[in-house]
């Protein structure tokens, strides 16, 4: 079940083509809103509105897709007046009068809600640091690594934002470490920062210790703060594709640090486990959510496939295969690759559906709302086309 080099070759070009002829075309020039500036991604199945509101971190995200389009595609003028639009109407509007960001916004960047996690700044940081590559602003670069340091500092000061839960049963979160982990990857890599990698190490660590379990073969969601298992439901809740984006992130890294084989092991781990956790033996794909008791889940859409943990196995199963030639691994990203885009993709209007019935049938038709939008799906098929063809595919 290796892939050969002709197959190889098939699937760069399967993802650019996808990408630059298919995805991107849905979202862009359409989505950007000449009016007030950024972009209007709530959109039904044929690219329709169905909202005119933002959601702050789409903006960042869609900013930092068209900034890098111009870095690592083509320097083309109208990506990077869009991803400005994105920029500027996230300076302007995305920051409440104490520095943090808000969550929501109206169309004319009116605030409706601000959560209490900052994860709206971790895509301000990569869109605003790619963006500062593609273009030579200064200012951009300056905010990219001010609000990366911010991020650090809420991610590391108990207190600093109000809390969600009280102390009664502390826990902590795989997202942190994971999506801060990812941050400094994308800093690094454009503009460049001298704390990253301390702090990717750091964070890989976190994961490793408190997160990863050998002894039940899984990657928890969230543990208490001595990395022990909480033994309720919200604590014995997995989120496989979650886990699996985080198992290409620390892949990621091992391939940074020249194939790092502890890193690969640890990633490779990570992927095994929740691959065995989430696919779905009867219909196919990513279930959601599971127990790690196998008990009964809370969230009643536990058993539904949505679109982004099929993004994150797609890469993390290619990555795994890329760095260690496992056969294991071209098997499962024949898989979910064939799975996602006979199930997700739109064969008539283009991009995906979001969200799909446990049988893989349509569950609605929106392409964009408050939590998808241009990211997860086009990132995936320009990670891809990219690594294939830096191994020259």
Same mark, same amino acid.
């Given at each position: 079940m290796s892939y050969t080099s002709e197959e190889l070759k098939d699937l760069s070009i399967f993802y650019k083509n996808q990408l630059l002829n298919d995805t991107i075309p849905f979202w862009f020039p359409r989505s950007i809103d000449e009016e007030y500036g950024g972009y209007l991604f709530m959109r039904d199945l044929d690219g329709s509105l169905i909202d005119d509101d933002k959601a702050v971190w789409i903006q960042g995200r869609g900013a930092w897709l068209l900034s890098t389009l111009c870095n690592t595609v083509e320097p083309r003028k109208d990506w990077l007046d869009g991803a400005k639009s994105g920029i500027d109407f996230l300076n302007k509007y995305g920051f409440d009068t104490d520095g943090q960001m808000f969550f929501h916004l109206t169309r004319d960047g009116q605030p409706i809600r601000k959560r209490r996690y900052y994860f709206s700044e971790t895509f301000a940081v990569i869109a605003n640091a790619a963006y500062a590559k593609a273009s030579g602003d200064e200012q951009a670069a300056e905010r990219a690594r001010y609000l990366f340091g911010k991020c650090i500092e809420y991610s590391t000061t108990p207190g600093l934002l109000p809390a969600k839960f009280t102390g009664n049963r502390p826990a902590k979160g795989i997202g942190v470490p994971m999506i801060m982990m990812n941050t400094a990857q994308q800093l690094r890599e454009t503009i460049g920062d001298p704390r990253c990698d301390e702090w990717i190490t750091k964070w890989i660590e976190e994961i490793k210790y408190d997160f990863v379990k050998e002894d039940i073969k899984c990657v928890m969601e969230q543990v208490a703060p001595d990395g022990s298992i909480i033994d309720h439901i919200d604590g014995r809740t997995l989120n496989p594709g979650h886990a699996i984006e985080g198992a290409w992130f620390i892949?990621?890294?091992?391939?940074?640090?020249?194939?790092? &084989?502890? @890193?690969? $092991?640890?990633?490779?781990?990570?992927?095994d486990y929740m691959w065995e956790?989430?696919?779905?033996?009867?219909?196919?794909?990513?279930?959601?959510?599971?127990? +790690?008791?196998?008990? &009964? +889940? %809370?969230?009643?859409? #536990?058993?539904?496939?949505?679109?982004?943990?099929?993004? $994150?196995?797609?890469?993390?199963?290619?990555?795994?295969? !890329?760095?260690?030639?496992? $056969?294991?691994?071209?098997?499962?990203?024949? @898989? +979910?690759?064939?799975?996602?885009?006979?199930?997700?993709?739109?064969? $008539?209007?283009?991009?995906?559906?979001?969200?799909?019935?446990?049988?893989?049938? +349509?569950? #609605? !038709?929106?392409?964009?709302?408050?939590?998808?939008?241009?990211?997860? @799906?086009?990132? #995936?098929?320009?990670?891809?086309? %990219?690594?294939? %063809?830096s191994l020259g595919y």
């Open positions: 892949l990621h890294e091992a391939k940074y640090r020249n194939n790092d &084989p502890e @890193l690969i $092991e640890l990633g490779c781990k990570m992927l956790r989430g696919w779905d033996k009867e219909h196919g794909g990513i279930l959601y959510f599971n127990d +790690v008791y196998d008990k &009964p +889940v %809370q969230e009643y859409w #536990q058993d539904m496939k949505f679109w982004w943990p099929h993004n $994150e196995t797609i890469i993390a199963t290619l990555l795994a295969y !890329t760095l260690t030639g496992d $056969e294991k691994y071209a098997r499962w990203h024949k @898989l +979910v690759h064939n799975y996602s885009y006979e199930k997700f993709y739109d064969k $008539e209007n283009g991009e995906w559906f979001g969200y799909l019935h446990r049988d893989g049938s +349509v569950a #609605q !038709t929106a392409k964009g709302n408050m939590f998808k939008g241009p990211f997860h @799906l086009p990132r #995936q098929e320009w990670y891809c086309a %990219q690594l294939l %063809q």
